[in-house]
């Protein structure tokens, strides 16, 4: 049977490009997002048969352990785990279909959106990987990527939690990957600069573009790319690779 990959926040942007590239290969993808309607529009847009939707707020511990014992009774082992799924500053809620702001200088930042921003994009991670991982043990095999971001790597003014969100994916990212290594499971992290997505959409058109040495956005089918490469490399584990257009070298 082919691999079953898991992609959370499979729905839209880089989670959705990842499916869709997965799918190409032949993978059969379990797409989750907190919206069901989105997750089975992605689900319908793949590539061949056998993929599935499920509804999942991943920053909730009790939801992620029940959807990965749901996934692995209908559909088996799993041999990838995406973790794509994220919020920023400008946030598209799907469930209530509206835009909110999440973060902005530390001094005007509420202690509720520190909270959400680090349970979605810390918490959230933790959670699906351990999940995921009751699968891989099992069947001494399987990859990890964590979608980080550059800001976690150097720092952004405005950005102080999602960056501790992302720094944090970072360690954890190098530390499970010591824990699981002799079980044949390896864990990587992925650093995008600035993608063309829904949580960009405000940024694109300020001058934010000059800074990046490409001089251009990246497309999440860019960085969908760069993940497949991780998930098939048998012997990178522990890494941190950075999908930026050259930004990275600018900040
Ligand atoms: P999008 O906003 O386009 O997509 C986010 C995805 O995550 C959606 O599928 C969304 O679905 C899902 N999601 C959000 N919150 C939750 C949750 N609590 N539980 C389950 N699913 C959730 O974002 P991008 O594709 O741009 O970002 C993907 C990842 O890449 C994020 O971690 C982001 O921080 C990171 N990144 C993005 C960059 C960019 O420039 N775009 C740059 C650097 C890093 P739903 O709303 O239905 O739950």
């Known amino acids: 049977?082919?691999?079953?990959?898991?992609v959370c926040g499979g729905s839209r942007g880089i989670g959705?490009?990842?499916?869709?590239?997965?799918?190409?290969?032949?993978?059969?993808?379990?797409?989750?997002?907190?919206n069901?309607?989105?997750?089975?529009?992605?689900?319908?847009?793949?590539?061949?048969?056998?993929?599935?939707?499920?509804s999942c707020d991943v920053s909730k511990g009790e939801e992620v352990q029940n959807i990965f014992e749901t996934i692995q009774k209908t559909c088996g082992n799993v041999s990838y785990?995406?973790?794509?799924?994220?919020?920023?500053?400008?946030?598209?809620n799907t469930c209530m279909n509206q835009y909110s702001y999440r973060d902005g200088l530390l001094l005007r930042t509420r202690p509720e959106d520190m909270v959400a921003l680090?349970?979605?994009?810390?918490?959230?991670?933790?959670?699906?990987?351990?999940?995921?991982?009751?699968?891989?043990?099992?069947t001494q095999?399987?990859?990890?990527?964590?979608?980080?971001?550059?800001?976690?790597?150097?720092?952004?003014?405005?950005?102080?939690?999602y960056s501790a969100s992302k720094a944090g994916l970072e360690g954890f990212t190098r530390s499970l990957a010591k824990e699981v290594?002799?079980?044949?499971?390896?864990?990587?992290?992925?650093a995008p600069g600035f993608i063309r997505t829904d949580m960009t959409v405000g940024l694109r058109e300020g001058g934010g573009v000059r800074?990046?040495?490409?001089?251009?956005?990246?497309?999440?089918?860019?960085?969908?790319k760069a993940v497949l490469f991780l998930l098939e490399s048998p012997y990178i584990t522990g890494q941190v690779l950075v999908v930026d257009g050259g930004l990275q070298l600018a900040m």
């Open 1 to 6: 049977m082919s691999r079953l990959c898991v």
């Open 16 to 34: 959705r490009a990842v499916s869709k590239l997965l799918a190409e290969r032949g993978c059969r993808v379990a797409v989750v997002s907190r």
């Open 36 to 54: 069901q309607d989105a997750a089975q529009a992605t689900v319908v847009s793949l590539a061949g048969a056998d993929h599935m939707a499920f």
């Open 81 to 92: 785990l995406v973790n794509a799924a994220g919020i920023n500053r400008c946030v598209l």
């Open 118 to 138: 680090l349970h979605t994009n810390l918490l959230g991670s933790m959670l699906t990987c351990k999940a995921a991982l009751r699968s891989m043990l099992h």
């Open 141 to 161: 095999g399987g990859a990890i990527v964590n979608i980080g971001s550059v800001v976690g790597l150097k720092g952004n003014a405005g950005q102080c939690v």
């Open 181 to 190: 290594a002799s079980r044949n499971v390896r864990v990587n992290l992925l």
């Open 211 to 224: 800074t990046i040495p490409l001089g251009r956005f990246g497309e999440p089918e860019e960085v969908a």
